[in-house]
């Protein structure tokens, strides 16, 4: 008797959560929806991220397994914009990590461009945007090069012995990574909304 009444209870606090999810979801400043929602901003210059690195790792991991790679080991993520207080210039969410394909270890870095909203001084990631990704092929360390706007426009590798290795560079006009960064965020948000965290 006393699990099915666990069982139930731990039911209740899941429903509670997500009611008490929908209430506040306006007052959000992780997630506004499951499609745009603010991951950082740059008040005074400086950049700052507002999204738990927890949750990168998990959307990191989702994407290698869509692409049918294996072992995925997120190491970071961060924004990248050569000059915040700029409107021209182009903000990424870049994430970093390492992942098998083949029986080969190779490492990938995915960007997503931002919008920027010079008004409130935040990065939005917005559904449906622009991803590009530098994948190892192979090479264990794939680097990004920008031009001078911050605008991704080749990969390079950066192994001690390069030769023979590069990394491929994949343009995504509509990613499917905003999304799956959304229903996380919007999760932890229920989780933190509930557990108050």
């Not at 790679?69 to 961060?78: G, H, K, L, S």
């Not at 903000?91 to 995915?110: E, M, V």
């Not at 012995?161 to 965020?185: D, F, H, M, R, Y």
Request: aromatic share 10%; with cysteine.
């Amino acid at each position: 008797m006393n699990r099915k009444i666990m069982k139930w209870s731990i039911y209740s606090m899941l429903l509670i959560a997500f009611v008490l999810l929908g209430l506040k979801q306006s007052e959000s400043s992780v997630s506004q929806t499951p499609q745009t929602f603010i991951i950082g901003n740059f008040s005074g210059g400086t950049i700052s991220m507002s999204v738990p690195q927890s949750v990168y790792e998990s959307v990191f991991d989702d994407y290698c397994l869509s692409l049918s790679y294996t072992n995925p080991d997120f190491i970071d993520a961060e924004i990248s914009d050569p000059n915040p207080l700029d409107n021209n210039s182009v903000a990424n969410l870049i994430l970093k990590g390492d992942f098998t394909h083949n029986g080969t270890a190779s490492r990938l870095n995915l960007a997503v461009e931002l919008d920027k909203d010079m008004g409130t001084a935040e990065y939005i990631a917005i559904g449906g945007k622009r991803s590009t990704t530098c994948t190892g092929a192979p090479c264990s360390s794939c680097g990004m090069v920008k031009n001078s706007d911050g605008k991704i426009i080749a990969c390079t590798c950066h192994d001690e012995t390069s030769e023979g290795k590069q990394c491929n560079l994949t343009v995504t006009e509509a990613s499917p990574v905003i999304n799956w960064l959304g229903w996380l965020s919007f999760l932890l948000t229920a989780f933190n909304s509930f557990f108050g965290g």
